[in-house]
Structure formats: C-alpha cells, structure tokens
C-alpha cells in the first residue's frame, strides 16, 4: 500500500524540509501538497527548488498538488478570500483561473500526478451559472494541465455544487477531460460512502481519507469517526486499479492534531484490513500511480 499524507495536517505552518523529513521517517511514501501560499509558495522558484531537494533527499514522491482555496491567509488563519473556478463574475473568475494555473506549473519544476479541484467554495447551491462558469473555467485548466502531464481530479465537497450526483451530471454534459478526487469524509456527509462511491467510481484517480461523526467536516484519523471502513474498503477492492489511498487531516487550533506516530499506525491498521478485503496485492499498492 502506498502510503500518501496530505500536508493539509500541517497547512498553518510553513512547507519545510525538516517536515518532509519528518515524514518520510514515519513511513510515508509521498505527500500531497496543500497549496495555501503561507504553508507553500508555489509561485516562488526557490521554494519549488528547495521542495525538489527535500523530496530528492526524503525519498518521497509528490502525488499531487491540491489547488488553493483562498489567498491572502496568514499562519493561524482559519479563512481568506475565496479562489472559485465557478465565480460567475467574469474578472474573479478569470483571476481564480490564474492562481490555479500558477498552482498547476509547479510541475514543470517538481512533476507531480494530480491536481486535486474544488468545483465550488462553501455551501454553494447548485446553479447553472455557476457550471457555466466551471465549465468555461476547466475548459482551459484541464487543456493547459495536460500539457504539463497533470491531469485535474475534481473533488466531491460538501455542497450541492460539488456533491457525487452534480459533478457526474457535469462531466457528462460537458463532456471534459476530467477524474475524480473521491473524499469519504465528505461522501459521509452527503449520501453516504455506497452511493457516492458507485456514482463516482468509473473516473475515481485518487482519494481523500479521513472520518468523521456524519455532522461536519472533522478530517479526523480513520476508525476516529462513524465512517464504516469495513464497508468503504470492500468498495475500493472493488475497482480495476488500486486506489491510492491519501491521509487528509485537520490541522487544530495552536497546531495540535495526529502525531507522526499515530498516522503511522493508522496506516498499519487500513493497510491491514486492506489487505483483508482483496484491496489488492502489495506489489499492485507499490506501483507508482
């Protein structure tokens, strides 16, 4: 199984080599990286040649980026101002795009597979100016991520905008180029990990992990929340590929949250039932996506 941390766990603190280190030291495979300009500058060249070295030094592999959310936060932040592909005002729209796009030519420094998209912000409702808006948006974004060799997975969220349903109806009028970023927690949220799962299956590239209680978006440790994991991981050994599983965490007030041990030993015990489910061989799991 390969082992995937997203350094969302650690988005109120600067991306470091130390923490890479850390990291790799725990276990880990590779990391997906969050793309909050005060955890990562990935419009600076230092810091992407500084993040090549670490993860040439660590062994790591960069999975994927996961596009930013907002700009303007600072360490401790808990929020800043909204970057959405699906604004419907032409000239924020336009500027979401570029930020994205600055995200996206990371790779052209430090390759990495997939960039994780939010279709929306918030509790967006669903509208049909606002996919509109997506569609022209991911027109151009899938188009110039491919040339990159990024491919974009959107991610289910929870709102109408971004839920199971609504984003397999998107792609399929749109007819774009794109996969999917399941997240369980999220999936927990809406209509839970069966049906969410079977909507989204046949473009699922990647995942998110994490629990919760049903209620809100806790990003808790697997096996911490309500989430049948007996069940999610049936469903996951049930596709062709196997699915590389990535650790998405909270990150809590003041820094707390999983220990470097503890998400170890979580991955221990999904790899464990993983494996007790047919999930796939460990020769399958260590191939690299």
């Not at 040339?147 to 792609?171: C, D, K, M, Y």
């Not at 990647?206 to 806790?218: A, L, Q």
Request: proline residues 5%; hydrophobic residues 35%; aromatic residues 6%.
């Amino acid at each position: 199984m390969r082992r995937i941390l997203s350094t969302y766990r650690y988005v109120h603190q600067p991306l470091s080599r130390e923490m890479l280190q850390g990291i790799a030291q725990a276990g880990i495979h590779g990391v997906e990286i969050f793309c909050a300009s005060s955890h990562f500058s990935y419009r600076s060249m230092e810091a992407l040649r500084e993040l090549a070295g670490a993860l040439e030094e660590t062994g790591l592999t960069l999975h994927s980026l996961h596009s930013p959310t907002e700009r303007n936060s600072s360490p401790g932040r808990e929020s800043g101002i909204p970057i959405s592909i699906s604004e419907t005002e032409r000239v924020r729209r336009v500027d979401a795009v570029d930020e994205v796009k600055r995200a996206i030519d990371v790779a052209e420094t430090v390759p990495f597979r997939y960039l994780v998209q939010h279709l929306g912000t918030g509790r967006q409702e669903a509208d049909a100016r606002r996919y509109d808006a997506a569609f022209s948006s991911l027109e151009h974004l899938s188009l110039f991520a491919k040339q990159r060799g990024v491919t974009i997975a959107v991610e289910n969220t929870p709102n109408e905008l971004g839920a199971p349903a609504s984003l397999v109806q998107f792609v399929k009028e749109t007819r774009l180029d794109l996969k999917f970023c399941f997240d369980i927690g999220h999936a927990h949220l809406d209509a839970g990990f069966a049906e969410s799962f079977e909507l989204m299956r046949s473009r699922v590239a990647t995942t998110h992990i994490h629990d919760n209680h049903g209620e809100k978006d806790e990003h808790l440790l697997p096996y911490a929340g309500t989430i049948d994991w007996d069940a999610a991981l049936a469903g996951f050994a049930s596709v062709p590929e196997p699915l590389p599983l990535v650790l998405e965490l909270k990150e809590q007030a003041g820094g707390a949250g999983p220990s470097l041990g503890q998400i170890r030993e979580t991955f221990d015990k999904l790899e464990e039932h993983a494996e007790k489910k047919g999930m796939a061989s460990p020769e399958a799991w260590n191939r690299p996506r």
